[in-house]
């Protein structure tokens, strides 16, 4: 046996004979340095881990939240409830009227983003704000 250095690395050189009298000579890394990687990559893999159950766990609540928001907008609004083809014709107009209301609404709260990204450049820089 001896040793030699590889990539900064003590390698032990083996060779051994097996039982066919062939020789085999196979490098053995130091199993304290291939420990240590080892541990450093577990411990990296557990926290890309914990950080992806946290993640879906928050979404996992996002969800939820936006299920029971819906499920209370339709308790609001009877029309929602209702399909489509059941609907009588003032029923119509009243949910078109509502829609035409709504995206009133969505325009105007799009030029507000707009202007606050606008006067707040920098928030965007950071990846906050929206993003449109």
Known sequence: MDKKNVGGQNVRRVK??????IGL?????????SNQARERNLDKLDN???ASKNALEVEKKRAEELRKAGEAEK???????VPMKELSLE???ELREKMVRLREKV??????LKEQEAANPSSSDRGEGPSS
């Open 75 to 81: 308790n609001k609004n009877p029309l929602l409830r």
């Open 16 to 21: 051994i004979r097996n039982a066919r009298k």
């Open 91 to 93: 029923q119509l107009v």
């Open 25 to 33: 000579i196979f490098f053995r890394r130091r199993s304290c340095v």
């Open 48 to 50: 890309e881990l914990i």
């Open 107 to 112: 325009r105007e709260r799009v030029v507000e």
